[in-house]
């Protein structure tokens, strides 16, 4: 096929294939009918068809109504492949239905800080969560012939001056943190298309970082589809086409500009090929794989919907197990959410939905016999007296209230950041009244990133379900009534409050810099790392039944740079109900000079186990997962020794730990060395480790007869050898371990001479 299209390219006139690489209007690629190149048709989003009609873009919805499925926020939750492939499947299928060939998502940048206005649209803290739920979804939308767009590449981790913020971040951080999500989506799933972000990245917009889009991208991850701007992102055509960002949207009238700088030389016909032949690979896929006459069931969909909910929704705390909810309870549902949920974000995701629900009505439906009263409670985010003391008396006559809370459109959504982790006024002043009056108190949450929860101790049940979806109502009337059994995990860290987030100080930047100063010590990396209190941390979710863990066990206790390592552990439903389960795998790494969290994920299985049932749980680990990145080799290195595999229940709790052996060779941190060099520095080279070896005693003697070394010491240091004996100067110039050793003005220069080259020359010395 490439072959072909690189045929129907030279083909073209200068000016069709210059048409090729800008869209026609918001929704389109340009087609050419004189050669049979079809237009391509594109549409939001991640969690929902955003079907917009001709050139429209109404960011509050408009179109036809389509299924809206819960965000990402929670989906992520689930910590569930299968489901979110499931839901890539049914999104990929209404697309086909709908004549829509390339739907733009998943989104899969990390959330950095709480505040950003978009983290809704994104899965996790954790890359790999990020990186397996995003490849899952990617699989299912393209499986029914509809292209995904992985979205947005990369470090675009704010709102705030979007358009023309540079995320300044060192080689590692972006290696081990913002880019592994995107390189495991491609690797594993091949998306038709990759947009590239608003945001530079060390000064250079994404649009136009060659370094990125061709480098990286392309040439060492494999990617083989269409680049693809966000809408407006593209600052200057020309050297966004010669980066490799194939198309630029929406459409514009630019093609002049770009004539005239082939012209001028500024942009070759070869870059431009390159472009136009990636746009042609897109739409000869969309046409190839259309189907016509799809059927899309809407009710299947509500329903699958419902399940992703269901599967995904957090149990946070269970008091006196206060939930579930009984059919004889006396029970109040109180908040304004309850009958008019907030389900999805606001911004280009956000769709007219097909079907709505709400739990107070799904609830009575669900339990007719249950007595449920209701009281308003509030009715935006300015406290209303009158509201809190009828849902005051409301609690007072029944025994168990639930009260519907969280964050309101006007807070959260696409455009802009959060000011705060706060909830409205009106909805804290409200949990604070009724819970002082009724003991049995549960909060319902509808918000789409972390909340300070001030009343936190004061309440005995906490739900959160983000944003839900449309069928929000009868998922979350299940979990309460236990209908359904919660399994969700937080895919995020809860801090307590927002100045204990490692980039409280750094985010949103200044004057449009926005130094990465954590560095990779993002959510659980950090909090872990430096011992910091959370209300609840990543990987944590309840459930009515409990899980027992035992027996970990690995097939080796060693690993080497080629090898595997499997990993099994046996767990039990060791409870009276049906659940499921969320087994998660860390690494703890050795210390060492190079700064590692903790512990990072790197493993995650959700199994279903009956009452009393057991299952082994299997994982491989390969030599990376042990592996931070150099950025003096330009490789990931796992440094030799000793790494702790945990499983925890979250990122906090680990219950079991197995630890195995690093194998390989220690790298150079040092890239230049002379006489100011540590000799710890020195040493990890390998002809230095060799003179250090060798002139131990000679140093030592040397240093003993100055008077450094206590003479009654010096058969002690002598017989300790150069492991031990030495332990106290390694933070020394080694320019006192060659004056002690004799070592001449002309055999240390021809020593950092050798030191100094690189590769195989080293070998040779040795």
């Not at 407006?232 to 700088?261: F, Q």
């Not at 930047?509 to 993002?522: I, S, T």
């Not at 060791?574 to 700064?595: A, C, F, H, R, S």
Request: charged share 25%; proline share 4%; hydrophobic share 35%.
């Amino acid at each position: 096929m490439d072959s072909e299209i690189s045929q129907i390219v030279s083909q073209l006139s200068l000016e069709e294939k210059i048409a090729l690489t800008i869209g026609e209007g918001n929704w389109n690629t340009k087609d050419v009918k004189e050669m049979d190149i079809p237009a391509v048709r594109m549409q939001d989003g991640p969690h929902g068809l955003r079907l917009q009609d001709g050139n429209g873009n109404d960011m509050n919805g408009g179109g036809e109504p389509t299924i809206c499925f819960p965000a990402a926020c929670l989906s992520a939750s689930s910590f569930d492949r299968d489901l979110l492939k499931e839901m890539g499947k049914e999104l990929g299928l209404e697309c086909q239905a709908k004549g829509v060939h390339l739907l733009l998502g998943p989104g899969i940048n990390i959330k950095r800080n709480p505040l950003c206005g978009r983290n809704f649209e994104y899965y996790s803290e954790d890359p790999f969560v990020a990186g397996e739920l995003g490849a899952a979804f990617v699989q299912g939308v393209q499986e029914q012939g509809t292209g995904a767009c992985v979205k947005h590449f990369f470090a675009n981790n704010q709102e705030y001056r979007r358009m023309n913020s540079s995320s300044n971040l060192d080689e590692r951080t972006a290696r081990e943190l913002y880019l592994p999500a995107f390189e495991r989506v491609i690797q594993k799933s091949q998306p038709w298309a990759v947009m590239a972000a608003y945001n530079k990245v060390n000064g250079t917009y994404c649009t136009e970082n060659k370094d990125m889009l061709v480098d990286l991208l392309r040439n060492e991850w494999g990617f083989k589809g269409t680049v693809i701007s966000d809408w407006g992102a593209v600052h200057n055509r020309v050297k966004a086409v010669a980066a490799g960002c194939d198309l630029t949207m929406p459409g514009e009238e630019t093609d002049d500009k770009v004539m005239k700088a082939y012209q001028k030389g500024e942009i070759t016909e070869q870059e431009l090929d390159r472009a136009a032949e990636n746009v042609l690979k897109l739409a000869f896929k969309g046409k190839g794989f259309h189907k016509d006459n799809v059927e899309f069931n809407y009710e299947s969909g509500h329903k699958l919907a419902g399940k992703i909910a269901e599967e995904s929704i957090i149990l946070l705390k269970n008091e006196e197990q206060v939930l579930p909810l009984k059919q004889e309870d006396k029970i109040a549902y109180i908040g304004k959410f309850a009958i008019f949920p907030r389900y999805q974000g606001g911004g280009s995701s956000h769709i007219s939905s097909k079907y709505e629900e709400n739990a107070l009505e799904a609830s009575q439906k669900l339990m007719p016999e249950t007595d449920i009263s209701f009281a308003m409670g509030y009715e935006d985010d300015t406290v209303n007296k009158e509201f809190i003391a009828q849902a005051v008396e409301v609690a007072k006559k029944v025994q168990k209230v639930v009260i519907f809370a969280g964050l309101s459109d006007e807070m959260e959504s696409e455009g802009f950041d959060r000011k705060s982790m706060d909830l409205p006024e009106s909805h804290n002043e409200l949990i604070y009244r009724v819970s002082e009056i009724q003991p049995n108190t549960i909060v319902v949450l509808h918000n789409g990133a972390p909340v300070e929860l001030p009343w936190l101790k004061q309440v005995k049940g906490v739900i959160e379900t983000y944003l839900a979806g449309e069928a929000v109502g009868t998922a979350v009337s299940k979990i309460l009534f236990g209908k359904v059994n919660p399994s969700g995990r937080l895919p995020e860290s809860f801090p307590e409050k927002l100045e204990d987030n490692p980039s409280y100080l750094s985010f949103g930047g200044e004057n449009g810099e926005v130094d990465y100063n954590e560095r990779m010590f993002v959510g659980y990396r950090y909090y872990c790392s430096v011992g910091r209190k959370v209300s609840f941390p990543f990987g944590y979710g309840l459930s009515y039944t409990n899980f027992e863990h035992s027996n970990l066990r690995v097939d080796t206790d060693k690993i080497t740079e080629n090898s595997t390592v499997h990993v099994f552990i046996d767990v039990r439903n060791t409870g009276m109900e049906d659940g499921k389960d969320v087994v998660q795998l860390y690494i703890e790494p050795p210390l060492g000079e190079y700064k590692r969290p903790v512990r990072e994920l790197k493993g995650f299985e959700k199994i279903s186990l009956h009452a009393g049932e057991s299952k082994t749980v299997h994982f491989e680990l390969e030599n990376r997962d042990f592996a931070c990145y150099s950025s003096e080799s330009k490789g990931w290195y796992a440094r030799p020794g000793k790494y702790v595999i945990a499983i925890g229940t979250s990122a906090e709790d680990m219950i079991d730990t197995i630890c195995i052996e690093a194998e390989g060779e220690e790298i150079l941190l040092t890239s230049h060395f002379d006489e100011s060099t540590m000799i710890k520095e020195f040493v990890q080279h390998p002809i230095g480790k060799k003179y250090f070896l060798e002139h131990f005693e000679a140093m030592t003697r040397g240093m003993s007869a100055a008077g450094l070394i206590p003479a009654d010491m010096l058969e002690s240091v002598l017989a300790k050898g150069p492991e031990m004996g030495m332990e106290d100067l390694l933070n020394q110039s080694v320019s006192i371990l060659l004056d002690f050793s004799g070592c001449s003005a002309k055999e240390r220069e021809e020593l950092f001479s050798f030191m100094n080259r690189r590769g195989s020359d080293v070998k040779l010395l040795l």
